[in-house]
């Protein structure tokens, strides 16, 4: 299966007035087609600016270099008007925090119509009727009446299930998933994990997943990449990185989880059987 994103020593650094300042050094990966991988690491480690150097999100304070090729094309050096019309029609992008992806003073359904109207070329009804129809494949009730809302009005659950709506009906071949389910309590979680889980295993769309939740990670990808302080310090196949970590810094993260899991899970097993032996349910009494 060909590559559709390969990156090779990927550098960023926030430019200031005592030089640059490195934030990110020497990236390498590749992305198959239909292929899901996982940028793991803790807060600060860099997984969110690799993924916004290569779209382009930085801004001018940034320098950016190294090469990505996606599709033959080479995103560092593409012109910013060749950039914007890429992102989102071919590379889409979802936020940690939907409620700053969309404008607090429109309704959601006219910006979903101005994005399907930029991207695919359709008339104002046709795009409410794209966008319409898209809700509705994320099984969100009422399509019609949430178009209609402003983003305040809607929970954190609910727009981010737009925004996976919005970024699906475009069809891209790579969606960049930045921690989508970090704000949300955990049943809108596990709903925003199966529509993950959905795109990755409908083999039409790439999948970049950043995280820190290795459960997450392990639901989604097929190969991880583990970032710290900003340099990649393991990548490979999910199953080799998770299980048989080779770095130091990897078998931390990943050890450290996974005690953390046995000792929530043990805590649990023995408050149940405290309120067994008691004859109550701590929820209801």
Do not use: W
């Amino acid at each position: 299966m060909s590559a559709l994103l390969t990156v090779r020593g990927l550098d960023v650094a926030l430019k200031t007035k005592q030089g640059a300042r490195p934030l990110v050094s020497g990236v390498d990966f590749s992305l198959e087609r239909g292929g899901a991988m996982g940028i793991l690491g803790e807060s600060g480690s860099g997984k969110s600016v690799t993924c916004r150097a290569l779209m382009g999100l930085l801004g001018e304070g940034f320098a950016v270099s190294g090469r990505a090729e996606f599709q033959g094309r080479e995103l560092l050096s593409l012109p910013p008007k060749a950039m914007r019309a890429l992102c989102g029609r071919e590379i889409a992008m979802i936020m940690q925090h939907p409620l700053t992806s969309f404008d607090p003073l429109c309704p959601v359904g006219d910006q979903m119509a101005e994005t399907f109207r930029f991207h695919l070329g359709t008339g104002r009804q046709a795009a409410l009727e794209i966008a319409r129809d898209a809700l509705a494949a994320m099984r969100i009730q009422d399509p019609g009446h949430i178009l209609t809302l402003y983003p305040h009005q809607l929970s954190g659950g609910m727009l981010q299930r737009v925004m996976i709506g919005l970024t699906l009906a475009l069809q891209p071949a790579l969606i960049i998933a930045d921690e989508p389910t970090t704000a949300l309590d955990s049943v809108t979680q596990f709903e925003i994990m199966k529509e993950l889980v959905r795109i990755r295993e409908s083999g039409r769309t790439s999948l970049i997943f950043i995280s820190h939740d290795l459960g997450a990670m392990r639901m989604l990808v097929d190969t991880a990449l583990v970032m710290h302080q900003g340099r990649q310090v393991e990548y490979g196949p999910a199953d080799a990185v998770f299980n048989t970590p080779q770095s130091d810094h990897a078998r931390y993260l990943i050890e450290t989880r996974n005690a953390l899991t046995s000792r929530f899970l043990a805590y649990a097993g023995r408050r149940a059987g405290l309120d067994r032996e008691r004859g109550c349910c701590r929820v209801a009494g």
